[in-house]
């Protein structure tokens, strides 16, 4: 047994490694402090609560009670708004608390960003079986009817007039704002207008940019028509793994409160808590300067691929508004392959990107599995201390791989060379602290 255990931590000892040698681009990705490390491996990990703040069910919660009011302060603070439950595991459960205090259950009607062109799984109308079970996502297992915005293609952004057209004819319960490939704010004010006319609640699921709205540099949905907005605690907001719900609507709290608790989950990740608490601290401090980074860094990164042949989408409106960019890769297809292809040579020498449908690519007759597209963000380079002129590096090693067909062997290693420098995390209080050393054994 104990060599089991000694290869587990091998294995963790290898990954760390490697991710230490590493360019991470993932969009949905972030690294936390080791002030927010310490506080989710506490004690906290070990316990139950369950319900609200001062209504447990478990004894021993005084601690813990104290650490949460805390954390539900600092998310309001941060959100400027009145309502915050920080209890909620995951973006995922977020929403499903959303989907749960606006919609009835079975053939409630909501509508939501299309799945190929952005929205996330978790809003999918689709339904997987195996043999006469039938699975369903998130929207689908409360038995929900879905359908989605018109989407304007050429803007990456919703269609206002064609989605107005859907929501008066549909007369949907819900509408959700928010998705997964997100470079440009939605038209949260012009659509909720119409929402309105139909008795429609309006979400908003701030997964991705829930760190740049707290700071400042994305649209503020609760200001421009949003009911409540879910998020997970861990994209452009470097907290641990977790989601939230907020709203400015005194008048909902009680609501939200009862769609979370006890009706989608019994216990929440105490310690999970006191780290997104220890997150908030962080961003309220230095969220200003860190978000402004992170947005700048994406559109430097996007013009320096740019500059080098790259396809990046939504040049005439300057690549992106978000941490994100998205390239279509379609014209290296003879040389490099697509998206499939191109994700996997780019990790051969250790740059981590993910593959991405366009919006155009089911039509054309691409799937997930190899898709025209490639999705990347900067909150993880930018918390590591990268500036513009290292956006210019990762780009010449794009291009060295795709462009100049370079061998992935060899860059690995200048990707571990120009990795060296970057191994502390910037924009916290502990200083000095070695990012990829959290991980302790003992
Ligand atoms: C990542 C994501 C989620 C889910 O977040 P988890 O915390 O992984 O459950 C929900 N919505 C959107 C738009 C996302 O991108």
Redesign the pocket.
């Known amino acids: 047994m104990k060599s089991t255990i000694e290869e587990i931590r091998s294995i963790l000892m290898e990954h760390h490694d490697v991710i230490s040698k590493s360019i991470p681009l993932i969009a949905?990705e972030n690294v936390t402090s080791p002030a927010v490390d310490e506080a989710c491996n506490s004690d906290f990990s070990h316990r139950y609560a369950e319900g609200w703040v001062g209504q447990r069910v478990y004894a021993g919660c005084k601690y813990i009670d104290q650490v949460e009011e805390i954390c539900m302060e600092l998310t309001k603070k941060y959100f400027r708004c009145c309502f915050a439950d920080v209890r909620p595991i995951?973006?995922?459960?977020a929403?499903l608390v959303l989907y749960n205090a606006f919609t009835s259950r079975n053939h409630g009607r909501m509508m939501v960003m299309p799945i190929p062109k952005g929205?996330?799984i978790?809003?999918a109308p689709y339904e997987t079986s195996t043999g006469n079970k039938i699975y369903g996502t998130a929207g689908t297992v409360r038995g929900l009817d879905i359908k989605y915005f018109a989407f304007d293609e050429e803007n990456m952004n919703l269609d206002v007039d064609k989605s107005a057209e859907i929501i008066r004819e549909f007369k949907p319960e819900m509408l959700l704002f928010?998705?997964?490939v997100?470079l440009f704010p939605h038209p949260v004010k012009e659509l909720s207008e119409v929402g309105r006319e139909v008795g429609a609640k309006i979400g908003y699921?701030g997964?991705?940019v829930a760190g740049l709205i707290g700071s400042g540099y994305f649209q503020d949905p609760l200001r421009e028509g949003a009911d409540a907005m879910s998020f997970?605690c861990?994209?452009t907001l470097p907290g641990p793994?977790t989601?939230t719900v907020v709203s400015d609507r005194e008048d909902l709290k009680e609501d939200l409160k009862n769609a979370a608790f006890p009706s989608l989950f019994s216990n929440h990740h105490l310690h999970n808590v006191a780290g997104f608490a220890v997150a908030l601290v962080e961003m309220l401090e230095f969220g200003k300067e860190y978000h402004k980074k992170v947005i700048e860094n994406a559109q430097a990164f996007a013009a320096a691929l740019k500059e080098r042949g790259f396809n990046v989408l939504c040049e005439h409106l300057g690549f992106t508004k978000s941490h994100q960019i998205v390239v279509d890769i379609a014209n290296f297809e003879k040389n490099a392959g697509l998206g499939g292809d191109i994700e996997r040579t780019l990790e051969e020498a250790n740059i981590i990107i993910n593959r991405n449908l366009l919006p155009w690519d089911i039509r054309e007759g691409r799937s997930y599995m190899n898709p025209s597209g490639i999705r990347m963000g900067t909150s993880e380079v930018t918390r590591l201390g990268m500036g513009k002129s290292e956006m210019n590096d990762i780009a010449e090693f794009f291009k060295k791989l795709i462009v100049d067909k370079k061998p992935p062997k060899k860059v690995k290693e200048e990707v571990a060379e120009f990795k060296k420098e970057f191994q502390e995390i910037k924009f916290c209080f502990q200083s000095p602290n070695k990012a990829y050393e959290y991980l302790k054994f003992y």
């Open positions: 949905s995951s973006g995922v459960m929403n929205g996330h978790s809003h928010g998705g997964s997100f699921d997964a991705h997970s861990h994209k793994q989601g």
